[in-house]
């Protein structure tokens, strides 16, 4: 079983809010994160409790990502907000999370994922840490260009 953990960060044009706004859509992520489509059960998305999953990949070979989330809070004050789910499986089980600040006139995101991969050899986790973080990154640019788009 390989431990996986990785963060990016990014720095995005718009603000805060905006980008808040795009991350806590988790149906809207199918939109940035290539081969992704994503379902969320009803209620409000962001509260304790609330789950969804996505699939990544194609057909037979799409990754089933359920996750329930554990906190999602936005302060208007400091135009910052940070967000934490559990993953429950069937094969990502861990934490994964985010925050968001501004920072000069844009804002900062930071991307945190602490998972476990059950069929992976350990050997492999900085491999598959890497593959992970690169991938998040795409996925950061990707939404910064869409959100570019918009304005």
Do not use: N
């Not at 081969?35 to 304790?48: F, I, L």
């Amino acid at each position: 079983m390989a431990a996986i953990q990785f963060t990016v960060r990014h720095h995005f044009a718009q603000t805060p809010r905006t980008v808040w706004d795009e991350l806590v859509d988790w149906a809207g992520h199918a939109d940035w994160i290539p081969a992704t489509r994503v379902e969320v059960e009803p209620g409000d998305p962001t509260a304790p409790g609330a789950r969804f999953t996505a699939w990544t990949g194609f057909g037979p070979l799409s990754l089933e990502d359920r996750m329930e989330v554990v906190v999602c809070d936005w302060d208007d004050a400091s135009m910052s907000g940070s967000c934490e789910v559990t993953k429950l499986g069937p094969v990502l089980k861990g934490t994964a999370g985010f925050t968001i600040a501004a920072e000069g006139d844009g804002t900062v995101l930071e991307w945190l994922e602490d998972v476990t991969v059950p069929l992976v050899p350990s050997f492999l986790a900085p491999v598959v840490a890497k593959l992970g973080a690169l991938g998040f990154s795409q996925g950061m640019r990707s939404l910064a260009k869409q959100l570019d788009r918009r304005t």
